[in-house]
């Protein structure tokens, strides 16, 4: 059955944005349940709603979505999301439909009578669905083309968003070349406003998302908002190849839940019927196989974990995720191969580990990003070892070693960008003088350096991190 759509009534406009008096504040309270806007999403909204096409640059959990949901159900006419997570998409999808808004995916995952029934509700040039959650892959199809003229022609395109934007330009870290091909929407259709949205895009990402998509500068609206987490306490590790860190992570664990076990915590979450043990948290590894005996091993010490990567079954996979975002008792820490929860709004994720560094600032700053949605306080703990360093670049090298023949300057540009992504997130782990937050958003090129209450190890223990760093890490000369 057909969701109920709230939504105001649709208004065409002939082609013309009027401006017109919409109560935003009251589509926000009504239908997405939230009281205020935060800072900047009015401006975003109201941009959007004028006919600007935006680039939005905000840190990871900002609250990005809201800004083309939003006036998604306000305006008039159809939004096409496009992502390149399924997992966002589904997850949007399924958000937004409790909320009664009239909402579809065609994804990899949708079945064909669903998929039949949506693309007759396009067919018709006046669609019914407000958002439209579909793979840049989908956009490249014929039907899909055609469907768009239809009601391209009967002005009931309202506006294109692209979410996770940074993987349309060659130097994002998730580049996927099929986004080369949105190009598309602007030639076809040079009056319909498009808005980009990303939590990680430096100077050049931004400058080659815009040129890629044909966005008019002159019109467009540019919104870069500090990466900034200052709820997250980040924390790097030292450990060398000799050393097993498992003891040491279960240590900080125990250690949270003996400070939930203490009498006033416990009398709280006793009156929130919340288990002890229920500190959500996501451990990022780099292979498939730590997954599975790093999920085993802690199941064996009684902490609830799941593994989560590409070769498990879809059941599986179901399974694993829906009890971790319903806090079930078993299911309290997702050991995942990377890019896990990307897309996946669980707000109480109170840590994030990285078992090993990851391949890039982009990614590690995504990933992180995963904690602490709600804004309350919780941690980024990555284990660097100077060992798993060298075995990264070596990968990087041969990965750039495989594609070298005849590559493009383009090409030649992205390999550049990626080692420098690699290198400054090395610089970040090897620093010993300086506060994280501060370095992030460097990286990141913000123009302002963010405040951090010692929410980070640099700040709550100076000393400490520099002797860490000594005695732990791996000489650099037997590194080699
Ligand atoms: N004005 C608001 N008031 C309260 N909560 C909000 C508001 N806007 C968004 N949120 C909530 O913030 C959370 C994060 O929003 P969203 O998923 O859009 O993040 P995002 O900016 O896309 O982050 P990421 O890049 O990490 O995916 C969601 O739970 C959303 O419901």
Redesign the pocket.
């Given at each position: 059955m057909a969701p109920m759509d709230h939504a105001p009534k649709r208004r065409k406009t002939n082609g013309h944005r009027k401006s017109r008096t919409i109560d935003i504040d009251f589509t926000?309270r009504r239908l997405?349940g939230?009281?205020?806007?935060?800072p900047l999403?009015r401006e975003v909204i109201s941009a959007a709603l004028e006919g600007h096409d935006i680039f939005l640059q905000?840190?990871?959990?900002?609250?990005?979505?809201?800004c083309y949901q939003l006036p998604a159900v306000v305006d008039y006419g159809i939004t096409i999301v496009v992502s390149p997570l399924l997992a966002?998409m589904n997850n949007q999808v399924t958000s937004l439909q409790a909320a009664g808004i009239s909402v579809a995916t065609i994804n990899s995952s949708t079945p064909s009578s669903i998929r039949q029934a949506i693309l007759e509700d396009l067919r018709c040039g006046h669609p019914h669905t407000r958002l439209l959650y579909v793979t840049p892959e989908f956009c490249m199809t014929t039907t899909f083309r055609k469907n768009l003229q239809t009601i391209h022609e009967q002005r009931e395109l309202s506006r294109i968003a692209v979410?996770e934007a940074h993987c349309i330009s060659e130097w994002g870290h998730d580049f996927r070349p099929s986004f080369k091909e949105l190009n598309y929407f602007k030639r076809e259709f040079p009056d319909v406003p498009i808005i980009c949205?990303?939590?990680t895009a430096t100077q050049r990402v931004r400058d080659d998302i815009i040129d890629t998509l044909g966005l008019n500068r002159s019109s467009l609206k540019t919104f870069t908002m500090t990466t900034s987490r200052p709820n997250i306490h980040y924390e790097v590790r030292f450990k060398n190849d000799t050393d097993d860190h498992y003891e040491n992570f279960v240590r900080w664990l125990r250690a949270v839940y003996a400070r939930r076990a203490l009498s006033e915590r416990r009398t709280e979450l006793e009156a929130q019927s919340t288990r002890l043990s229920n500190v959500s948290g996501i451990i990022y590894v780099l292979y498939r196989k730590d997954c599975e005996s790093l999920a085993g091993r802690l199941v064996g010490d009684g902490i609830g974990a799941k593994p989560y990567h590409a070769g498990l079954t879809a059941a599986e996979k179901e399974d694993h995720l829906q009890g971790w975002v319903a806090n079930q008792e078993g299911y309290d820490i997702m050991v995942a191969t990377t890019a896990f929860g990307?897309?996946i709004?669980k707000?109480d994720v109170r840590f994030v580990v990285h078992w090993q560094m990851p391949k890039s600032f982009e990614g590690y700053y995504?990933e992180a990003?995963?904690a602490g949605?709600d804004q309350k306080a919780s941690v980024a703990i990555m284990y660097y070892a100077r060992e798993d360093r060298d075995r990264i670049i070596l990968l990087q090298q041969r990965d750039a070693g495989k594609s070298s023949n005849g590559r493009s300057a383009a090409s030649e540009q992205a390999v550049a960008a990626r080692n420098l992504s690699l290198n400054s997130l090395i610089s970040y782990c090897e620093t010993t003088t300086k506060c994280r937050h501060a370095l992030i958003a460097s990286y990141f090129h913000d123009p302002e350096t963010p405040p951090c209450k010692y929410a980070c190890d640099w700040h709550k223990d100076p000393a400490g991190l520099f002797a860490a760093k000594e005695r732990d890490l791996c000489p650099e000369e037997w590194s080699e």
């Open positions: 926000l997405f939230k009281s205020t806007f935060r999403q905000a840190a990871t959990s900002f609250g990005k979505s809201l966002l979410d949205v990303t939590a990307m897309g709004d707000e995504q990003g995963r949605r």
